[in-house]
């Protein structure tokens, strides 16, 4: 099979097959987050790095007014296409999810897997939490989901799946080749075998992502005097089963309301 090497974020397409698949069980836990945790009627809801909109739209058809941020071009032109095709306003925007203000606070954001950790330092990682908390309405929340660095226990560091759409299909591997915790950075491969009717290959790219500890995840959130924890919850996205975050902890999804 060819290998192709590339910026996997610029083939929104494939990608959001890949991610864009297994959308209904996090659909289905932001409407219930909303409905239990915000302390206001959420309306307005923003996604900062929103990648291809793949929550977007089925937020849009469900009556909520959206809008998303994110540094990739093609991603975003993916994302406001689709929402143009089912009669939306195109709402993403090329941005920074580290440096944004909106012209109107919104209710609730949300951004759950992992393109938090992009953001390379502490300095830049506070600059996010700024920029949502001011992006947030008071009583509004935010739904921030990564993967941490268990210090107890073996971390899963490799994983893979499957998707189809028609006549398209992508297998996505993706697997851990170094972890510095002085330097706090992950260096992550990770391909799509890509299958269509006329060609077969590979591409491949190698993703850094900024590692968080438990405590260190705790220690950042609590120097933000403007959010406060009002759950964690885990990847199976059950809502009447938050989690309690230890050193074993992996998948966190941490529900941070304005205060």
């Not at 689709?82 to 993403?92: E, I, Q």
């Not at 109107?104 to 939490?129: C, G, K």
Request: one cysteine or more; a neutral charge; proline letters at 4%.
């Amino acid at each position: 099979m060819e290998t192709r090497l590339g910026n996997l974020y610029d083939y929104p397409k494939y990608y959001d097959l890949v991610f864009g698949s297994d959308w209904k069980a996090e659909y289905d836990f932001l409407l219930a987050a909303f409905d239990r945790y915000a302390a206001r009627r959420v309306r307005r809801v923003f996604e900062p790095a929103c990648g291809t909109g793949r929550l977007l739209l089925p937020l849009a058809k469900a009556g909520y007014r959206v809008a998303g941020n994110d540094l990739n071009p093609k991603a975003v032109a993916y994302c406001n296409r689709r929402l143009a095709r089912h009669g939306f306003k195109s709402t993403a925007v090329v941005g920074d999810m580290a440096d944004f203000t909106l012209r109107r606070p919104v209710d609730a954001a949300f951004n759950t897997i992992n393109s938090f950790r992009h953001l390379a330092s502490e300095s830049q990682a506070r600059a996010h939490l700024e920029c949502m908390a001011n992006a947030l309405a008071p009583g509004g929340i935010y739904l921030l989901g990564l993967h941490l660095t268990p210090t107890r226990g073996e971390a899963i560091d490799e994983e893979s799946w499957a998707a189809r759409r028609g006549n398209l299909a992508v297998i996505s591997h993706m697997q851990t080749l170094s972890v510095d915790l002085k330097a706090r950075m992950e260096t992550v491969g990770m391909t799509f075998d890509v299958y269509t009717p006329t060609q077969n290959f590979r591409l491949a790219n190698e993703i850094g992502f900024r590692t968080y500890t438990a405590r260190q995840m705790r220690a950042l959130l609590e120097s933000d005097s403007a959010f406060e924890v009002a759950a964690v919850y885990d990847f199976a996205y059950e809502i009447d089963e938050p989690i309690r975050v230890g050193p074993e902890t992996e998948d966190v999804v941490y529900v941070l309301r304005r205060v």
